[in-house]
């Protein structure tokens, strides 16, 4: 089991030279340390490896578990509206839409200060989930029931879950689950598209659909399950919708060439 | 010769839980295949390799040519107002003014969503052509008659030619192209500047030009050449300028060690 | 000692075709070069590498100290502000508020086009110096007291210099400077820090403080060059700042231990 950790944050601890300063006591598996900040601290994050603090100046610092400074005193360039760090990586969603991730271990960004704007189709959508794997991906979910997540290698924002997509609704792989043994699937792409991946319950509801069409929803349906996967980088994720991919390909195949 | 590749698309074919279907159907080489998009397609385009289509949700979705679908959807910020594929890349340029140009291969971004602003001088110029190179690098013409390159390693854009430039009128090389027997100049350099490159025509009439004007003017046009065949990646352009240029330096040598 | 470099720059040396021709004549080390350029020069400026010119039609051109073309004419959104050139580095800072640094060698960009709206405060703070290091990394000084350099590592803005943090001003340290016989500090940390920088001048009347919190803002000090210094990639000035944290650690080590 991890070590719990603690962490108090003590704002205007002293007044020195007509600056207010902070100070962050961390306490952890029996090690404690302590430091300074010039600022008040607004938010604090932290992960088994690094904790991150944002200050009202809209300094973003980075320390290890031990409390050394492990980045330089970051700008940002609006007040930050959530921080997560997940493993070595730290991610900041400020008030201005804007996202950032960097790696701690390599002193790399990952995403840096992407726009949400893309994303946002009008001011009447907000953002109702933010969060950070494991491997550095950062995820967005929408009111609108979309969540996407940013890729650092197509630099783009990607669709991976849409709870109103219709395909998402009437896909039909129910023969193709693993048995109940087998491990359910669990990742960031199951935390995003929620229960409403109902493996095709709606679809039976909707025996009007002609069995081709099914056929092509549930494929395209299941390539986008792959794709956004890949794109999560979540491999337990992707496993298992490769093996029902597969086990669809399989069943349906003598019907899919006579489409 | 390629194969031909015959893409249908058919927008609404389905409407299933209240959301229309488009179906997209590909015909190449004797192999058949479809799939279905949950929103209406606007613009498609396709190469050798790989077929892009976006649509009305602003979603772009690129297939192999045997249809596995190659990336995530892709959200653009604003509706597709160009879309090209060549070889295994794929250009997007948006009614924002936005460019982006990706490596499907790579699955890599080459050119992340860059404004054109920077180049369109006022609200009169406007995008007259836009071409893709099979090296993915991405080629604007505008209205005013200057064509610029985005550069994926210096990450700026870079004027390739214009057609108002009176060095490119002025420079005279006449004596040192190649042999009728020779290849002549091909590719996106020579697309872009068109016939108004006339390898001194202008310039024999503009006799009042002092020699050694004409002769920097020169200078500095092939070496502008060797420089846009360069970022162009351009190799059959940037041999033939190589070669032309090496001519100009051997004829004119004497004389320029005078200037 | 490095050869001098003299560079005249003629505006409107000729109009041919209705444009004005600018010419660049550039003399060093005994060679003399001269080009022409289809607009007038605005700024030059130069190292022992390259030479780089901005022209009124905010194009940007790089040569070599012999005068070849190394980079195509690169296209600024806007006029350029501050032009400087380092080693084989070349930055430019422009009226619209955007920075960016070129790797001439690698013909790569190092910071793409960055806003400074992320560090300005308000339209009242400006910018009162910026300079280029000769590893490349661009570093601008607010009228704020506060100097952040562009990491392209972090792909952000990083404070390294604030006239106004009370840390700096109360961080003691004497004890663990250096002898006299050592080389005192310097590099672009010491540029941007200034005389500010009094190693606990003010902290001694400051009597009031309690120790420990001294010795806590000491540490949050030190640390915070040690990440500066790396962030600058300023060799020199990390080592001399490691060997005081160092020392101030060995110094206060058994008294920091029952903070």
Chains 1, 2, 3 share one sequence.
Request: aromatic share 6%; net charge neutral; with cysteine.
């Amino acid at each position: 089991m991890e070590p719990s950790m603690f962490l108090e944050v003590e704002n205007e601890v002293s007044v020195v030279a007509g600056s207010k300063l902070s100070q962050l006591r961390c306490s952890r598996d029996g090690r404690d340390w302590n430091t300074l900040l010039p600022s008040s601290v607004v938010t604090a994050a932290g992960s088994s490896d690094i904790l991150a603090v944002a200050c009202q100046d809209r300094m973003l610092s980075v320390f290890s578990s031990c409390g050394r400074r492990l980045l330089p005193a970051i700008q940002l360039a609006t007040p930050v509206s959530a921080l997560h760090c997940s493993a070595h990586f730290v991610m900041a969603l400020t008030a201005g839409a804007a996202l950032s991730v960097w790696d701690v271990h390599k002193q790399k960004a990952l995403v840096k200060n992407e726009s949400l704007l893309s994303i946002l189709p009008g001011a009447d959508t907000t953002v109702s989930q933010s969060l950070l794997t494991q491997q550095g991906v950062p995820v967005v979910g929408l009111s609108n029931g979309k969540s996407y997540c940013f890729s650092s290698s197509l630099e783009t924002w990607t669709l991976i879950a849409d709870k109103g997509d219709s395909m998402v609704q009437c896909a039909d792989f129910r023969s193709c689950l693993p048995t109940q043994d087998a491990p359910v699937s669990s990742g960031p792409l199951a935390v995003m598209q929620g229960r409403n991946l109902n493996a095709g319950r709606l679809a039976s509801r909707l025996s009007s659909t002609p069995h081709h069409l099914q056929q092509s929803m549930t494929l395209a349906f299941l390539e986008n399950q792959l794709a956004s996967a890949l794109t999560l980088q979540s491999a337990q994720e992707y496993r298992y919708w490769l093996l029902i991919y597969t086990r669809f390909l399989v069943n349906e195949g003598s019907k899919l060439f006579l489409l």
